[in-house]
């Protein structure tokens, strides 16, 4: 079975810096598109960062010019590193592959269990 293991969040106060990771597991052939969401409480799920297998790059504009996504295709890693956080930036963050193909023809859309990241101010 295919999934991601996300780390790395926790409590920080506003103005500090953290990074998640979320690594895939499993039998993997390849990964194209890895994403980060997040989902505050009373808030509908957002994209918050893409990053391509080709390493081209997305984010939101609340987002841009602190947050940096990157990714290790070899370690089949996604990285989030959040810098000048925010209070509003708490949330739980989802990493999200819309396609992580197990064989050279078959694939499976996979989320990460979330990771909860609290800014406190």
């Known amino acids: 079975q295919v999934q991601l293991v996300e780390s790395g969040g926790g409590l920080v106060q506003a103005g500090g810096s953290l990074r998640l990771s979320c690594a895939a597991s499993?039998?993997?052939?390849?990964?194209?598109?890895m994403d980060w969401y997040r989902q505050a409480p009373g808030k509908e799920r957002e994209l918050v960062a893409t990053?391509?297998?080709?390493?081209?790059?997305g984010y939101a504009d609340s987002v841009k010019g602190r947050f940096t996504i990157s990714r290790d295709n070899a370690k089949n890693t996604v990285y989030l590193q959040m810098n000048s956080l925010k209070s509003e930036d708490t949330a739980v963050y989802y990493c999200h592959a819309d396609k992580v193909y197990f064989t050279r023809l078959r694939y499976l859309e996979v989320w990460g269990q979330g990771t909860l990241v609290t800014v406190s101010s």
């Open positions: 990053i391509t297998s080709g390493g081209s790059t």
């Open positions: 499993g039998s993997i052939f390849s990964i194209n598109a």
